[in-house]
């Protein structure tokens, strides 16, 4: 037998300075979304919420959702795991929020440093883009990448 645990996340609205986001993990065993609005401008959860569609347990996953409340004012930054895990996690929490969560926010900075990254290249700006490069986070693609082959990457990105 072949099982499948997916987690999806979607752009859902951006007006003005804050985007919202939907992340949803699903398996055999779980339907679980949430929705996080985040700042644009300071990187900071403006809101959270979420839902339980199928959970293993009726009575007891969904008390752990009054924990998504207090993620409003956690910044997208260095230790954004632990501290997504320290709100939501323990007894009366569940991991997969902080999955999810981490899922949501991790993809709300790439479109946010990317689309900060095309403007820098437009106007010229390759400093301003090397800094935005090193805050879309460490990995083989940006080390090895050459200094013009973001640009390209960014003209070429796909919906």
Do not use: N
């Not at 946010?112 to 460490?138: H, P």
Request: with cysteine.
């Amino acid at each position: 037998m072949i099982r499948q645990r997916t987690i999806s996340v979607t752009l859902t609205d951006q007006s003005g300075d804050v985007m919202t986001l939907q992340g949803r993990l699903e398996d055999p065993f779980h339907d679980i979304s949430i929705s996080l609005a985040i700042d644009r401008r300071t990187l900071k959860i403006v809101s959270a919420s979420g839902g339980m569609g199928r959970i293993p347990y009726a009575e007891g996953c969904p008390q752990s959702l009054p924990g998504l409340a207090p993620l409003a004012g956690v910044q997208i930054a260095d230790g954004l795991s632990r501290r997504l895990r320290d709100i939501t996690g323990g007894s009366m929490g569940c991991p997969y929020l902080s999955e999810i969560a981490e899922q949501v926010c991790r993809f709300a900075l790439v479109l946010i440093k990317s689309d900060e990254a095309r403007a820098a290249v437009a106007q010229g700006d390759r400093e301003r883009f090397r800094a935005l490069r090193r805050q879309m986070g460490v990995c083989a693609g940006h080390t090895l990448a050459g200094e013009d082959d973001l640009p390209q990457w960014l003209s070429e990105e796909r919906p």
